[in-house]
């Protein structure tokens, strides 16, 4: 009877051990909030860092205007990656204003359906000729999507928004989840618009457009004079288990080794 107590008084010891052991190393995890569009070349990198490191990073994913807006609820966490601006995110508290870091810029890329001529984009003049010209575009909605932005900011630079605005087809793009495009034209994607021939010309990030290059031509990408790359900054959390760990997240996603993968994967690397 003993030996049997004593038999099941190890056992609880040992289910006590693993599980403390257990959960300090969910604790010692990193956690990072990262944005959707870019997870494949975000996975490839949080990868090699916990092979580097034998850290282990938890990624959550989310569209570029929803991280901002997570972390300006105070939803980020130990590492968020989210897309400029971010205002709300900075007055919030719960980053570290300090810690930011450039990770990569978004840019704006034209396409042209397979096989059309393409135009001239490689000044501004040659860009706005090129889209007065064009039947029909096609961009996201800057209201929606981050990819919206670039083009947004490219027409109105240009000073033909309102010219250009009867003959665009303007995607919602996440914020079309669910809808028919039977009930809005809206909710078709701007990439199978470009495949199909339906628009002339689209206007989309170059890290949406490379994978899917086969189906469409890449002309190149927009004059920065007309449209800014789009910063993607890191910041540690003020509420971070672990600042350290997450410090050397945030420095590794932005270093050498990282930027090749980046700028793989069409975004232009911090340096």
Request: with cysteine; proline share 7%.
């Amino acid at each position: 009877m003993k030996s049997t107590r004593n038999a099941c008084s190890a056992i609880f010891v040992i289910v006590l051990v693993l599980g403390g052991w257990t959960s300090a190393r969910a604790q010692g995890e990193i956690t990072l909030l990262a944005v959707g569009p870019m997870r494949a070349p975000t996975a490839k990198i949080v990868a090699n860092f916990e092979a580097k490191t034998g850290q282990k990073v938890k990624v959550t994913y989310g569209n570029g205007a929803e991280t901002r807006r997570m972390v300006a609820k105070g939803q980020g966490l130990d590492v968020s990656l989210i897309i400029a601006p971010f205002p709300g995110a900075i007055a919030s508290g719960t980053i570290f204003p300090s810690s930011a870091t450039l990770v990569a810029s978004i840019l704006t890329a034209v396409g042209v359906p397979k096989g059309r001529p393409k135009p001239d984009i490689s000044t501004p003049a040659a860009v706005k000729k090129a889209l007065l010209a064009a039947k029909s575009i096609g961009y996201e909605d800057p209201d929606f999507t981050v990819a919206g932005q670039g083009p947004w900011e490219a027409l109105n630079k240009l000073g033909i928004a309102d010219q250009v605005a009867t003959k665009s087809q303007v995607e919602l793009g996440p914020g079309a989840q669910g809808i028919s495009p039977a009930a809005t034209n809206n909710a078709v994607k701007t990439s199978k618009r470009l495949e199909n021939g339906d628009i002339d010309i689209g206007l989309l990030m170059l890290s949406d457009m490379l994978p899917e290059k086969d189906k469409y031509d890449v002309v190149g990408v927009l004059p920065r004079t007309i449209c800014a790359p789009v910063p993607v900054v890191g910041f540690v959390s003020t509420h971070a288990s672990d600042p350290a760990a997450a410090t050397a997240l945030l420095q590794y996603l932005a270093s050498p080794e990282a930027e090749v993968i980046w700028k793989e994967a069409g975004y232009e690397p911090r340096r």
